[in-house]
């Protein structure tokens, strides 16, 4: 079985170190590339350049973890262009996010996230909280086959 895949659109190093520490201890250890702006999101899910980060790209991409609050392009931009998109309508996004707004939440789910997840702001609890999210949707979730693209 081929390696799954998290795109992670996350602007806060922070965040992204908690989160890639939070996958690198499961077991089954998805891969995981990580785009830091709407912009390089869309690039690495349409395929158009490389990510700047220079993240692994293995297997079936399963799972985006978005935030809402980027520069430039915001999370629920990407999110809108990702749902309005065939190659990518039916691909599980959990929106991951510090906003404490209802109104972000609802648009979210209105524009057709998956799930809406507030980021912890105790380490211990973002990283368990991650983990809980990866095997939900990597292990128990049966993802749709139209959803899961191979990523290159």
Known sequence: MAQKTILLVEDDPND???TVRALASDPDRPGVAVARNGREALDFLFRRTETESGAVRLGPLHLVLLDIGLPGMDGL?????IRSHEKTRHLPVVVFTSSESGKDWAESYRLGANSVVRKSP???QFEADVRQLAGYWLTVNMP???GV???S
């Open 16 to 18: 992204e170190g908690l």
């Open 77 to 81: 931009e990407v999110l809108r262009r």
């Open 144 to 146: 749709s086959p139209i």
């Open 122 to 124: 105790d380490a211990s």
């Open 149 to 151: 693209r191979e990523a």
